[in-house]
């Protein structure tokens, strides 16, 4: 199975900051990396997909690289409604689908 | 708009069964694999079990291999998880995910709101 590792498991920022969460893959998956947002309560919602391809809808300010083993998601300006917990997950040729174990954004 | 809404969840006792569902609508939904994703209380996402368009590609996490059973019926636009010999450690709430792809592996670009599984005695 690919095991798929988050850093940080939970983040400290304040409106405006510019913040990075890292995505690490066991073995080399291409671009099959997709990042998703979940608020509590509610049901994740899919932000980035391909490692960098942004979702329709979701905002510019998110944004998503990398490639192999190695992937970062950037928000540029975090906005009140950016607060929530975001997770990775590969997509890569075979099952099982494998998450990471979730980042924690709160407000400082 | 896509619409995926679970049913089927509740309290139920170890060692036994339960089925949940998953109607689908807003899509067609026999272009695209289907998936069930659980997240225990204040844990993670966790795959559970994902099925091909056409029924003949299905995987199962380790976890739950040989105890659930996934299952599509496309003329009703339906997703289904038989799950039996429940224990305590399946108590989550079991989200049904819409695959972006007709393959097995692929992103999951929508999700229902859940049903809550509780195994207790």
Redesign the interface.
């Known amino acids: 199975d690919i095991q798929m590792t988050q850093s940080p498991s939970s983040l400290s920022a304040s409106v405006g900051d510019r913040v990075t969460i890292t995505c690490r893959a066991s073995q080399s998956i291409s671009s099959y990396l997709n990042w998703y947002q979940q608020k509590p309560g509610k049901a994740p919602k899919l932000l980035i997909y391909a490692a960098s391809s942004l979702q329709s809808g979701v905002p510019s300010r998110l944004s998503g690289s990398g490639s192999g083993t190695d992937f970062t998601l950037t928000i540029s300006s975090l906005q009140p409604e950016d607060f929530a917990t975001y997770y990775c997950q590969q997509s890569y040729s075979t099952l099982p689908i494998t998450f990471g174990q979730g980042t924690r954004l709160e407000i400082k | 708009e896509v619409q995926l809404v679970e049913s089927g969840g509740g309290l139920v006792q170890p060692g036994r069964s339960l089925r949940l569902s998953c109607a689908a609508s807003g899509f067609t939904f026999d272009d695209y694999a289907m ?1 069930w ?1 659980r997240q225990a209380p204040g844990k ?4 559970v079990s ?1 099925i091909s368009w056409n029924s003949g590609s299905i ?1 199962y ?2 976890s739950v291999k040989g105890r659930f059973t996934i299952s599509r019926d496309n003329a009703k636009n339906s997703l289904f998880l038989q799950m039996n010999s429940l224990r305590a450690e399946d108590t989550a709430l079991y ?1 049904c995910a819409k695959s ?1 792809r007709a393959d ?11 049903t809550l599984v509780t195994v207790s005695s």
């Open positions: 998936h994703v993670g996402l966790e795959w994902g995987g996490a380790d989200y972006a097995i592996v692929a992103t999951l670009d929508y999700w229902g709101q859940g």
